[in-house]
Nanobody, 114 residues
Framework: QVQLLESGGGLVQPGGSLRLSCAAS??????MHWYRQAPGKGRELVAS???????DYADSVKGRFTISRDNAKNTMYLQMNSLKPEDTAVYYC??????????WGQGTQVTVSS
């Protein structure tokens, strides 16, 4: 059974940093992604990483967020720096396996506020 478990969310002041983790089990994943959903808005793709660690970012987070993965631990990370109030959202881990099935974590809340 595939499980994706996010951790690392919390409350941080503007300009601060957080590091999210997504611990995966039950499969090897072709690509992994971070999405976020702010109150009253749709789910937004934030960053993606392939198995060989190729990366892509939404324009809104380029230069501030860094996605990475440790294949030996089957874990993905999102280092978030220079956080802004508009980064406040529930952040979700998403993964695509080699059978083209997509999987979601339960989400972790990130709140950026003074």
């Amino acid at each position: 059974q595939v499980q994706l478990l996010e951790s690392g969310g919390g409350l941080v002041q503007p300009g601060g940093s957080l590091r999210l983790s997504c611990a995966a089990s039950g499969s090897i994943f072709y690509s992994m992604h971070w999405y976020r959903q702010a109150p009253g808005k749709g789910r937004e793709l934030v960053a993606s990483i392939g198995y060989s660690s190729s990366t892509d970012y939404a324009d809104s987070v380029k230069g501030r967020f860094t996605i990475s993965r440790d294949n030996a631990k089957n874990t993905m990370y999102l280092q978030m720096n220079s956080l802004k109030p508009e980064d406040t959202a529930v952040y979700y881990c998403n993964a695509l396996d080699y059978h083209s099935r997509t999987h979601w974590g339960q989400g972790t809340q990130v709140t950026v506020s003074s």
